[in-house]
């Protein structure tokens, strides 16, 4: 793995000028800029409060009134790149009343398969079939996604996500409310998907610990992006008790402690 | 019974709407919306008062209109205040029944007449309804089955959906309009305080009985089936209001549905 800062002639996944954006009174994103060239895995980390997830639903068009530009693989119409983007959410807030089962979930997103109401299991199976196998949700198939682990709907979503064969993956927080060592196979996971189908990956996290081990290339957010850089160099960094406050400094003690939880 | 045209016309209207309001009611109970239906079908007694006011031979045109009405105003005030939605729903509720039975009250009329909007009334259906009903049910149902990806996406994540490539927004406002009109045209069957239940105890039963949503939603389509005919038969042959008489049945249903539970439950592994 080569680590380089980004520059010109690469071609750019992500890439988002001076974002400004204003909530309730509250200005949230205060001229961020960033450029994540194709292919690469990268982490948005940073604490509560720090708009991550608010430039994730600018990215994605689900927030709108920002000023500044967010252009993905060079289109700034998002309506154009959004077949190319998978996005896996926090979490599902789901009634068990709904008894959609993971098979049905994951036809949805297949569009040809609309008549799954009617389709038997197998056809179904068998268009879903790469997807799975390389996610390892086939067990739990016929459970209703409302039931699921925190871990297992994580993987259910990835599945879905991947259905399209997208080429830049968006995680927002992935591994909320998944315990320790599957948060580890869960980041392994990815790791995996990423190598695998060269796409580029943004995973946001405020949890450094987990994200360094996986991550190219590290931004870290709190109103803008106060550094960015390769794990290794932004562990250490200045600025990034900036960005995280004063409570992170034991991070710089053990940085293959990825399970060690900073708190 | 059969022979009646009243009763006819009431058994095409169960027919029709049974299954209709058990289809929506899938996804309505997923939604957390029963109580947006009830505040709409409170908001019709208003309706029904006005257009007694108003001197309209049949009042169901004023009672769409006035359901609409509220439907509208609940999103209004969902955007204009920070007040929850709950809030706003018991708010319209009660003041939609309030203004109804103050203009009742100020036309001085018998207090049958409301009875019959109150809990359904099997003479209610006109020929004119007859013609609307299936078409209603058609088009709302074709276009719901047509949409069942879209409007299942939106029910799991809204965001997820809109990734998706679906129009949460418009997908959303459509729902609202259906679910409006639906229930606007089920108070004729089933009475204003009891069309909720049309609505949300076929699902919940079918849910008992489930491992997917295809099969909540057929079982759902058929508990409703069921109960709305079911009901108005018994309306008639036992002289009881139809509403009461549909819900009864359902509840029966549903209590049916509860037995094998045990039984189907996936066994912890």
């Not at chain 1, 194709?38 to 994730?56: D, Y």
């Not at chain 2, 009763?7 to 095409?12: E, H, S, V, W």
């Amino acid at each position: 793995m080569h680590l380089r800062t980004p520059n010109k002639e690469e071609p750019l996944a992500i890439e988002i000028t001076d974002l400004r954006l204003t909530l309730a009174g509250v200005a949230i994103l205060q001229g961020v800029n960033l450029k994540v060239p194709a292919g690469r895995l990268v982490a948005l980390i940073g604490p509560n409060g720090a708009g991550k997830t608010t430039l994730l639903r600018c990215m994605l068009g689900l927030q709108r009134d920002y000023s500044g530009e967010v252009k993905l693989f060079g289109q700034a119409g998002l309506k154009r790149v959004l077949p190319r983007i998978g996005y896996v959410p926090q979490r599902l807030n789901l009634e068990r009343t709904f008894v959609l089962s993971v098979r049905e979930f994951l036809c949805l997103r297949l569009r040809q398969t609309r008549s799954w109401f009617w389709r038997s299991h197998r056809s179904n199976d068998a268009a879903l079939r790469g997807s799975l196998a390389e996610i390892g949700v086939e067990s739990l198939l016929d459970r209703p996604l409302a039931n699921l682990s925190g871990g297992e709907l994580q993987r259910v979503l990835i599945a879905y996500s991947l259905l399209t064969n997208p080429d830049l993956l968006l995680l927002d927080e992935p591994t909320a409310g998944v315990d320790l060592p599957g948060e580890q196979t869960f980041y392994d996971l990815i790791g995996e998907i990423h190598k695998k189908r060269r796409i580029t990956v943004m995973l946001v996290s405020h949890d450094l610990s987990m994200v360094y081990r996986h991550a190219d290339w590290i931004y870290a957010l709190n109103g803008v992006i106060c550094c960015e850089g390769p794990p290794q160099t932004i562990m250490n960094a200045e600025s990034l008790k900036q960005a995280y406050g004063i409570h992170v400094s034991p991070y710089e003690h053990h940085h293959h402690g990825h399970d060690h939880h900073h708190h | 019974m059969f022979s009646e045209p009243f009763m006819q016309r009431a058994l095409i209207a169960a027919l029709c709407l049974g299954p209709l309001c058990a289809f929506l009611g899938v996804f309505v109970t997923a939604r957390r919306m029963a109580f947006f239906s009830d505040t709409i079908s409170h908001g019709a007694l208003a309706g029904v008062a006005i257009g007694l006011w108003l001197g309209f031979p049949d009042p169901t045109i004023a009672l769409i209109g006035v359901s609409l009405l509220v439907a509208g105003a609940i999103f209004w005030l969902k955007e204009k205040t920070d007040l929850l939605t709950d809030t706003i729903m018991a708010l319209l509720l009660s003041g939609s029944v309030a203004l109804g039975i103050i203009i009742l009250s100020l036309l001085k009329r018998r207090p049958g007449d409301i009875h019959n909007y109150l809990f359904g009334d099997i003479f209610a259906i006109r020929w004119w309804e007859v013609g609307l009903i299936p078409a209603l049910v058609l088009v709302v149902g074709v276009g719901l089955f047509l949409m069942l990806n879209r409007v299942s996406l939106i029910t799991v994540h809204e965001d997820l959906a809109h990734v998706s490539g679906v129009p949460v927004r418009f997908m959303n406002f459509l729902f609202i309009v259906v679910l409006t009109l639906t229930v606007a045209v089920t108070i004729r069957l089933l009475g204003i305080i009891l069309v909720t239940a049309l609505i949300v105890v076929p699902p919940a039963a079918a849910r008992n009985l489930s491992r997917n949503l295809r099969q909540q939603i057929v079982l759902s389509f058929v508990f409703g089936l069921l109960g709305a005919l079911g009901g108005t038969g018994l309306s008639y042959q036992l002289n009881l209001p139809c509403g009461p008489a549909i819900v009864m049945t359902c509840i029966v249903l549903f209590i049916i549905s509860l037995l094998p539970r045990t039984a189907l439950r996936p066994r912890p592994v």
